[in-house]
C-alpha cells in the first residue's frame, strides 16, 4: 500500500486544518496517510481524526509566539522584545529543520505540501521517485506578489491543486512553462447530515476566524439594521481572534448582548447543532477561497447570503436558487434580502433544499475519487 505524507503547520482550529482532516480521513482506506504537523497547538486535533491515520508532531515543545513578540513590542518592553524575538528564531530554525528532515526521510510515495514555504523544501529536497503536490487553499485576492510566490514555490513539484476553477485557470497559464500542473479539486465535507435545519427558528449563523478579512464588523453593522425590522432573529457566531475585543466592544456599546452570542471556537458536533438550530447562514468575508462553512451549512439545508467579494462564494451560491450573491459590498441590498428571507419561509425552504442537493458533488466519497484519479495518472500507484 503506497504511503501518504500531508504537510501541515498545525491541527487547531482552522480551514485548511479542517481540510486536512477531511483528505486524510477520506484517503485512509486506500492508502497510508500520515500528517507533519510543525506545532502541537492542543493536546487533540481540533477536527476528529480516523484512527488509522498517524500524526507526527515535528515540535511538540515549541510554538508559535508571534501574539507575545507583537505585544512586546507595540508596549515597547525591550527585554521582553528580545526574549521574545531571539524565542522567535529558535521556533522558526526549528521548524524548518524538522520538516526538512521528514521530507528526507519519511519514504511517502507522494507528498502534500498546504503551505508555500513547505512547496519549496518538498521541491528541493523530496525524493525524485516522490509524488509532489502542493495544495493551495488561499485566494491571492489581487495581490500579485502573493500569486507569484505561489508560482516560484511549485516550480519544482509536479501538481498544484487549488480550491476553485478561477485560481485554476489563473495558476495554469502562469504554471504553463513549467513542470507542475494545475488542476482544481474542491474541498469537502464528510457527509451530508442525516436531518435538516427545519429553518423555522429566528437564528442566524456565521463561522469563522475572527480577523478583519471575515468582515464580523461588517455583519455586525448590517445585522442591526436588520434588527429594526426583525429584533426577535438571534445571530450565532462561531470562532475566535484577533478582533474578538473589537467584536465585543462593539455589541456592548450597542447594546447587542442578548442579540449577539459568541461562541468561540467549537468543535464540529456544536457546530452542527447550531445549524440545525439556524435558518439563515450569513458571510460577510472579504476574501474566501473556498468557503467550506458554506457548503458545511447548505449540506444542513441552511440558505447562505454572502458578499461576492468571497471569491469563494461565487463557486458554490447560485444566487437565487440555493442562496443569494450580493455585489459590491452593499449593505442596503444584503440587508434587504436578508429581511426578505426572514420574512418568506416558503423561500427559505426551497433555497435551503436545492442548497443540500448541490453540496453532494462536495462530499467526501465524490471528492476523494478526484484524488485517487490525479494519483494514478501520475503512475504513482499500486
Not at 504537523?37 to 515549541?62: G, H, Q, S, T, W
Not at 511549485?154 to 497559464?173: G, R
Not at 474578538?244 to 456599546?253: G, H, P, Q, V, W
Not at 433555497?351 to 501520475?378: C, H, M, P, Q
Request: glycine share 6%; proline share 2%; net charge positive.
Amino acid at each position: 500500500m503506497k504511503k501518504i505524507s500531508i504537510l501541515s503547520l498545525h491541527l487547531g482550529y482552522g480551514g485548511i486544518e479542517k481540510c486536512v482532516t477531511n483528505l486524510a480521513n477520506s484517503l485512509c482506506n486506500d492508502y497510508i496517510v500520515e500528517i507533519a504537523v510543525c506545532y502541537k497547538l492542543y493536546k487533540e486535533p481540533a477536527f476528529p481524526i480516523d484512527k488509522r491515520v498517524k500524526i507526527k508532531y515535528l515540535n511538540k515543545n515549541l510554538k508559535p509566539n508571534r501574539k507575545e513578540f507583537m505585544t512586546a513590542l507595540k508596549k515597547k518592553r525591550l527585554i521582553s522584545t528580545v526574549k521574545e524575538g531571539l524565542y522567535s528564531i529558535k521556533v522558526l530554525n526549528s521548524r524548518r529543520r524538522t520538516m526538512v528532515n521528514y521530507i528526507i526521510n519519511c519514504h511517502s510515495d507522494i507528498i502534500i505540501s498546504t503551505r508555500d514555504l513547505f512547496n519549496y523544501w518538498v521541491g528541493t529536497f523530496a525524493k525524485k521517485s516522490v509524488l509532489k503536490i502542493g495544495w493551495e487553499h488561499n485566494h491571492f485576492h489581487g495581490n500579485y506578489k502573493y500569486a507569484t510566490n505561489i508560482v516560484n514555490s511549485c516550480k519544482n513539484l509536479d501538481y498544484l491543486v487549488v480550491v476553485s476553477k478561477e485560481l485554476e485557470k489563473f495558476y495554469s497559464k502562469k504554471l504553463i512553462k513549467s513542470k507542475c500542473k494545475c488542476l482544481y479539486i474542491p474541498n469537502s465535507i464528510d457527509k451530508l447530515p442525516s436531518k435538516c435545519s427545519s429553518l423555522k427558528n429566528k437564528r442566524f449563523i456565521s463561522v469563522g476566524r475572527l480577523s478583519p478579512e471575515k468582515g464580523f464588523l461588517d455583519l455586525f453593522k448590517i445585522y442591526k439594521r436588520v434588527l429594526k425590522k426583525h429584533n426577535d432573529w438571534h445571530l450565532d457566531i462561531v470562532g475566535d481572534g484577533r478582533e474578538r475585543k473589537i467584536l465585543e466592544d462593539y455589541i456592548l456599546d450597542n447594546n447587542l448582548s442578548s442579540n449577539i452570542t459568541l461562541h468561540g471556537f467549537q468543535g464540529e458536533d456544536y457546530i452542527n447543532r447550531l445549524l440545525d438550530k439556524s435558518s439563515i447562514y450569513l458571510m460577510t468575508s472579504y476574501t474566501e477561497s473556498f468557503g467550506i462553512v458554506l457548503i458545511e451549512a447548505m449540506s444542513h439545508g441552511v440558505p447562505c447570503i454572502a458578499f461576492d467579494s468571497a471569491e469563494g462564494a461565487r463557486e458554490i451560491i447560485n444566487s437565487g436558487k440555493n442562496g443569494y450573491l450580493i455585489k459590491n459590498r452593499n449593505f442596503e441590498a444584503m440587508e434587504k434580502k436578508i429581511n426578505d428571507l426572514c420574512d418568506d419561509f416558503k423561500v427559505r425552504k426551497i433555497l435551503g433544499e436545492n442548497a443540500r442537493n448541490d453540496v453532494k458533488k462536495y462530499t467526501s466519497d465524490v471528492v476523494k475519487e478526484e484524488w485517487i484519479t490525479l494519483i494514478k495518472e501520475s503512475g504513482v500507484h499500486e
